[in-house]
């Protein structure tokens, strides 16, 4: 079955780096654009970054640009997210999400919490 399991969450300190992994199977990864959504406590869940399916266009939201980088290994069908320089304010569930336009599927993981606390 179509599984995505988040891994790389945790407690950090303001300005240190996490690494947050998501390992897909169950489908054909290489077919899906991938993409990291967060939900802060009593927000909205929020797109985070995104990537198409070959590696190309990564995009972020105006909150992380510069900071975070989402990229994707389709041999190992796992996409990645580098965040850096990290803030309170990124603390959320971190979410991954696959998609495929063709067949409108849309897969979710059960997420990862990250925390940035002194």
């Known amino acids: 079955q179509v599984q995505l399991v988040e891994s790389g969450g945790g407690l950090v300190q303001p300005g240190g780096s996490l690494r947050l992994s998501c390992a897909a199977s169950?489908?054909?990864?290489?077919?899906?654009?991938m993409y990291w959504y967060r939900q802060a406590p009593g927000k909205e869940r929020e797109l985070v970054a995104g990537i198409g399916s070959g590696g190309t266009s990564p995009n972020y939201s105006d909150s992380v640009k510069g900071r975070f980088t989402i990229s994707r290994d389709n041999a190992k069908s796992t996409v990645y997210l580098q965040m850096n320089s990290l803030k309170p304010e990124d603390t959320a569930v971190y979410y991954c999400?696959?998609?495929?336009?063709?067949?409108?599927?849309?897969?979710w993981g059960q997420g990862t919490q990250v925390t940035v606390s002194s």
């Open positions: 169950g489908f054909t990864f290489s077919n899906y654009h």
């Open positions: 999400n696959a998609r495929y336009v063709l067949t409108f599927s849309n897969y």
